[in-house]
């Protein structure tokens, strides 16, 4: 009988020892397998999108340039004001015919003396050309609402057919008059 408790002894040991190297022990390379591969994944989103948005956009910058014209400019240039041309008195090409009364300015470069020379020069030629200008207007295309549109009528026309070596930048009406007969 005592050969048989030695080795029921040795069956009961076996069984209620501990086992080494079980349970617990797989756990944390679990986990740490499951973070690689959450930060792989967050590493190669952010690589695409970087790429991504790389070729989208191109070699542009983030941020594009606005051409700037001198209508929107922010800073308006100062100018120099040629004022001796006076006052114009005509009249409209209506069946009944509206008298104008007009006084223009014309505005240049700061400084610019070829420009006030050559405006003074031609200052007949100019007074002839506004004379002939807003005998050719009716009373209704010299309503308030179309003065910006005369004004670059008559800038773009005066540089183009007057003045040879400069350039005016801007026309003024110191008075615009449109009487009904």
């Known amino acids: 009988m005592a050969d048989d408790d030695d080795l ?8 209620s020892a501990p086992k080494k190297g079980g349970g ?17 994944a967050v590493i190669l989103i952010v690589t695409v999108v970087i790429v991504t948005m790389k ?4 070699n542009t910058s983030q941020q594009m340039a606005v051409p700037v014209t001198e209508e ?5 240039e100062l100018l120099d004001w040629y004022t001796s041309l006076g006052s114009l008195r005509t009249k409209t090409s209506d069946a009944i015919p509206a008298s104008v009364v007009v006084d223009v ?3 240049y470069k700061k400084e610019d003396k070829a420009t006030s020379t050559e405006i ?9 050309f506004l004379r002939r200008y807003f005998t050719q207007k009716t009373a209704e295309e010299l309503a ?10 008559i800038r773009n026309a005066i540089n183009d057919q ?7 930048k801007d026309v003024r009406f110191m008075q615009l008059d449109v009487i009904a007969q």
């Open 144 to 153: 308030p609402q179309n003065e910006e549109n005369l004004k670059i009528e």
């Open 162 to 168: 007057i003045l040879s070596s400069s350039k005016i």
């Open 24 to 40: 617990g022990g797989g756990f944390l390379p679990t986990l740490l397998k499951f973070i690689a591969l959450g930060l792989g």
């Open 55 to 58: 070729i989208m956009g191109g």
């Open 8 to 15: 029921d002894m040795g069956d009961d040991g076996d069984a």
């Open 72 to 76: 929107y400019s922010a800073t308006r």
């Open 120 to 128: 003074t020069q031609r200052s007949i030629e100019l007074k002839d």
């Open 105 to 107: 300015v014309l505005g």
